[in-house]
């Protein structure tokens, strides 16, 4: 028996009016600011397959430097039914809720260690999730009464990071990566995952990647159990955590929905 096709639901970019393919996109051309720079702006937008071009702003970013917002038409048309990519599904509890759920269900403190690895001094991401204060209105770890979290701060070896969360039989370790130049954050990440599979923890503990390049399929793909990217908030952090807890306790089934979260 053969399987009908999949029905397409394909999409363009909206702009003005719906299916236009108008989009924004930013660039910076080694230039400095004049009339030629905009008119080079123009024709490399036109070399992207780009028509419409408008040059909506074009500013000096630095000595020979011209930072470009252009408005343009795009031809491109994709099949959003064709996309398949791993997604987080966080039970959502408010922070009541979830310090009940975890006095209840786990009956002892969850220990998170977190810090930025690697080179990399950008320590305001792991912070905004694991300090008292929190971020966006959000309370970071630190203020879960269930919570022991633990935050090393910036440039902390990998071997230094795991062999704390060992001590402190961590649940979770919690891996900031913020500077992107050249792939570092990948060579970090893979670094980190080979010593957390030489030092036994894989599979034992929750591990954690997050970052503005960050998203959960390339921390599936660099071996994370998940990944998070701008815009987390400490309570997603938190109840995908207390969540994995109970996977690994056997408690609760790995995959499992609950009623009202996304599927
Ligand atoms: C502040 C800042 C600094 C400060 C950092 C101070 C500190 N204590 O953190 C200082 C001045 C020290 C600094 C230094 C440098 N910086 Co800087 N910095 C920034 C800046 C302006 C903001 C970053 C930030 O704080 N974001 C806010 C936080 C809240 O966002 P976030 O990190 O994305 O975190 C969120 C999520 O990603 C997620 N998250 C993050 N980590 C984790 C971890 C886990 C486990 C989870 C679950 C979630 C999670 O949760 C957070 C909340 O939602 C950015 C530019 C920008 N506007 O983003 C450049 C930027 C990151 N810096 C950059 C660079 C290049 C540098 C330097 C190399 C500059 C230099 N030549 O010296 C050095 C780096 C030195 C080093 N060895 O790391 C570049 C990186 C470019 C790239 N492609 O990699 C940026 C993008 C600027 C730019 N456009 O060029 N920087």
Redesign the pocket.
Known sequence: MTTPPREKHLIRAYGDRRDDGIIQISFTLPVATSEKAKEAAQIYCKKLGLTDVKVAAAERAADQYTFFVVYARSPVIIDYNEIDTPEIVIKKLGFYELNEFIEQKIARKVVVF?A?TG???????????LNMKG??GDYGLERYPWFEAYNLG??VPNEVLIKRAIEQKADAI????????RD??KENSRAFIEQAKEAGIAGKMTL???????DHKLALELGFD?????????S??ANFVAHQVLQRLGKEAKGTHFEGEPT
Do not use: N, W
């Open positions: 977190g930025c080179t990399d001094t950008h320590t305001v991401g792991i912070d905004a999730i971020f966006a910036s440039q919690l891996v900031s990566q913020v500077v992107t130049q570092v954050h954690l990647l997050g970052g503005p390049r960050v998940a990944g998070f990217g701008p815009g987390t908030k400490p997603d952090v």
